[in-house]
């Protein structure tokens, strides 16, 4: 098993940041769209609501079409909501927040030409863009593809289609919309806070999970790991049958090497040496660990004795070609590695099956070195 790539603090960050836009898009959108529909909603029933308008003013547009207007969101509404769930991507996001906002400004623009009706567009348009503004503020190109086609709707009645430019109305749009952006501008820097926060804290336990689960030295597996991974392996060997192996490792006359080359050099040799045990491991969840001093340990998953005698060839060939210099050797001129492969039996306890192991390590230091032997 190889150590856990930690991450770098800005990617991480933005890694978190992408993930978080898009769990709120997926949450706040569908609230949005509900939001919507209540509005839609309202439409249909503004005629119960005389008291807010003018009852004897003329109407210049008739309100079957806004009826119309409101059926055809509803039908929109129905059609995609089979399809939202497939929307995980910033672009598709894009062109819907655009669409709803394009039918609220054709709405607006029907509303703006009829005097019954436009006392109701500025609440409506406070309304929407500020609950757009709660939805979306985590993903600003979203907001704006939704709110900007009602900004230029309200802006090109009042300026572009009026004779006189109600100077009032303006003011009020400048005003609403400098608290929008404000508000976007604040909820922003929050929403970034809080992700730098949690990815902060993330990456402060990966760094103690590293600390309590795998040697600072040479990146492996610790003996805490170890012991763990070890008894989890059995139990669940026992449980659902099958079979695995264990290589112990030792560093031959490490401690020769120590004392010729220094405990930096020492150190540097252990690094090489685990490089080499991690490039000989068959899958993803075997398991190479440092023992303790210069002895490692490898779990080979579904792995019986022949198996792990492959491996322990490959280790023997791998050390061999990293071509450590190893002066006071008695076995080579580069530093070599002795091996005690055990296979798990039903019954075995994990201080069984290291004991054996280590048995076998014993025997094959005594049988020369450079090499390995299997316990019985």
């Not at 490039?279 to 340990?297: I, N």
């Not at 491996?311 to 050797?329: C, E, F, K, T």
Request: include cysteine.
């Amino acid at each position: 098993m190889q150590t856990p790539p930690v991450l770098q603090p800005d990617h991480a960050f933005h890694t978190l940041l992408d993930h978080y836009k898009k769990a709120s898009l997926r949450t706040s959108g569908i609230w949005l769209l509900l939001a919507n529909l209540s509005f839609v909603l309202f439409l249909f029933g503004r005629h119960q609501f005389r008291v807010l308008l003018d009852p004897h003013a003329d109407v210049a547009v008739s309100g079957p079409v806004l009826d119309k207007l409101a059926l055809i969101f509803l039908v929109f509404i129905i059609l995609l909501l089979p399809v939202l769930r497939f929307i995980r991507s910033r672009t598709p996001a894009m062109v819907l927040a655009f669409l709803v906002g394009l039918y609220w400004a054709v709405v607006f623009h029907y509303m703006l030409t009829s005097d019954t009706q436009q006392q109701l567009v500025f609440p409506l348009f406070c309304m929407l863009i500020f609950t757009a503004l709660i939805a979306l503020y985590p993903t600003m190109p979203i907001l704006y593809s939704f709110t900007l086609p009602l900004w230029f709707s309200l802006f090109f009645h009042l300026i572009l289609l009026k004779a006189d430019i109600p100077v009032l109305e303006i003011v009020a749009m400048i005003v609403a919309s400098a608290l929008f952006e404000t508000a976007r501008i604040m909820l922003s820097r929050w929403f970034v806070l809080s992700v730098r926060r949690e990815c902060d804290n993330q990456l402060l336990v990966s760094k103690l999970d590293n600390l309590a689960h795998y040697d600072p030295l040479t990146g492996v597996a610790n003996r805490r790991q170890l012991d763990k991974q070890l008894q989890q392996l059995i139990a669940q060997t026992e449980r659902q049958g099958g079979i695995f192996s264990l290589i112990m490792i030792d560093v031959d006359y490490f401690k020769k090497y120590n004392d010729h080359y220094g405990h930096q050099a020492g150190d540097n040799c252990l690094v090489d040496i685990a490089k080499c045990f991690r490039q000989v491991v068959r899958q993803p969840a075997d398991l190479v660990a440092r023992y303790g001093g210069e002895e490692f340990v490898i779990l080979l998953h579904s792995a019986a004795a022949t198996d792990a005698e492959v491996v322990a060839q490959r280790i023997r060939q791998s050390v061999a070609q990293a071509a450590i210099p190893h002066a006071l050797s008695q076995v080579a001129d580069t530093v070599t590695v002795s091996q005690g492969i055990m296979q798990w039996s039903p019954g075995m306890t994990s201080l069984e099956l290291l004991q054996r192991a280590d048995s076998a390590l014993y025997d094959a230091k005594h049988a020369g070195r450079n090499g390995y032997c299997v316990g019985q």
